[in-house]
């Protein structure tokens, strides 16, 4: 599939304005019915697909291993995700490692911390949370500054986490302990979508990966966030929606918004 040349004016946005019907969602299918994808979908009309391009494999004990890594000299765990959660219980029981009931953890969300109780009494345990962001996690950090504390990630990792945690002096060390990784996308090498919807910039590398000869043609490409958004001009992509917008703070509503204008009167 050859690629579309690199653009993003307006004019040439408006100009590819044609009536959307199908979209693809590069992830994967929400779990419950009150997804706005699908309140979008009858609302506008539009056929939404899901499929994720990107997935976690979490990383062997052995190549772990390497990392020279010793888990049992760290009191505390920073989990900014569920697949943080997921991928240490399951180093540990592969390396035989009992986690001690003194072994605090730090999480960044409410929801993460609740996960906790998939693996741990969590009552009997300490475990603190901030409100969705690393850094209102920091305050708790910083009042155990005396702990050693273990930071479980991914290889694609954001540096603003080990930069706030530099920052503070805090004694930390950075695991690898997942990755992300390109989903096989053969069997859509013959499926067509009006709209392709990424959040990632690997995401996008998952899309040349699958199909290097790739052409957009008009294939409106919509992304989320700076990162995607620049990886998509990077890949020649011509970048149809860029999300957030000012007045569409979520993916669905600058999805909305962008179809109430390229199928009005269509």
Same mark, same amino acid.
Do not use: W
């Given at each position: @599939?050859?690629?579309?040349?690199?653009?993003? +004016?307006?004019?040439?946005?408006?100009?590819?304005?044609?009536?959307?019907?199908?979209? =693809?969602?590069?992830?994967?299918?929400?779990?419950?019915?009150?997804?706005?994808?699908?309140?979008?979908?009858?609302?506008?009309?539009?056929?939404?697909?899901?499929?994720?391009?990107?997935?976690?494999?979490?990383?062997?004990?052995?190549?772990?291993?390497?990392?020279?890594?010793?888990?049992?000299?760290?009191?505390?765990?920073?989990?900014?995700?569920?697949?943080?959660?997921?991928?240490?219980?399951?180093?540990?029981?592969?390396?035989?490692? +009992?986690?001690?009931?003194? @072994?605090?953890?730090?999480?960044?969300?409410?929801?993460?911390?609740?996960?906790?109780?998939?693996?741990?009494?969590?009552?009997?345990?300490?475990?603190?949370?901030?409100?969705?962001?690393?850094?209102?996690? @920091? &305050?708790?950090?910083?009042?155990?500054?005396?702990?050693?504390?273990?930071? =479980?990630?991914?290889?694609?990792?954001? &540096?603003?986490?080990?930069?706030?945690?530099?920052?503070?002096?805090?004694?930390?060390?950075?695991?690898?302990?997942?990755?992300?990784?390109?989903?096989?996308?053969?069997?859509?090498? &013959?499926?067509?979508?009006?709209?392709?919807? !990424?959040?990632?910039?690997?995401?996008?590398?998952? =899309?040349?990966?699958?199909?290097?000869?790739?052409?957009?043609?008009? +294939?409106?490409?919509?992304? !989320?966030?700076?990162?995607?958004?620049?990886?998509?001009?990077?890949?020649?992509?011509? =970048?149809?929606?860029?999300?957030?917008?000012?007045?569409?703070?979520? @993916?669905?509503?600058?999805?909305?918004?962008?179809?109430?204008?390229?199928?009005?009167?269509?």
């Amino acid at each position: @599939m050859a690629i579309a040349g690199m653009a993003n +004016t307006e004019d040439l946005t408006k100009s590819r304005m044609e009536r959307v019907k199908t979209i =693809l969602v590069s992830q994967p299918k929400p779990e419950t019915d009150k997804s706005p994808y699908f309140d979008l979908a009858k609302k506008c009309n539009v056929k939404i697909d899901f499929r994720p391009f990107i997935h976690v494999e979490g990383i062997s004990a052995r190549e772990f291993r390497k990392e020279k890594i010793n888990i049992l000299d760290h009191t505390a765990l920073i989990l900014t995700s569920r697949n943080g959660v997921d991928n240490f219980f399951r180093l540990c029981e592969e390396m035989r490692v +009992t986690v001690p009931d003194t @072994m605090k953890y730090f999480c960044i969300s409410e929801a993460i911390a609740f996960y906790l109780q998939k693996y741990v009494q969590y009552r009997k345990r300490k475990i603190f949370y901030g409100k969705q962001k690393f850094i209102d996690l @920091m &305050d708790v950090i910083k009042k155990n500054k005396d702990e050693k504390f273990l930071l =479980l990630c991914s290889d694609i990792h954001k &540096d603003e986490i080990p930069e706030i945690l530099d920052d503070a002096k805090i004694n930390y060390t950075k695991a690898v302990i997942y990755r992300t990784v390109c989903s096989d996308l053969s069997d859509l090498s &013959d499926v067509k979508y009006d709209m392709l919807v !990424f959040f990632s910039p690997s995401g996008i590398k998952s =899309l040349f990966q699958n199909f290097p000869d790739f052409k957009q043609n008009n +294939t409106r490409i919509a992304t !989320f966030g700076k990162t995607t958004a620049a990886a998509a001009l990077e890949a020649g992509l011509i =970048l149809d929606l860029p999300a957030p917008l000012p007045n569409a703070p979520s @993916m669905t509503m600058a999805i909305e918004q962008y179809l109430k204008e390229a199928n009005k009167g269509k």
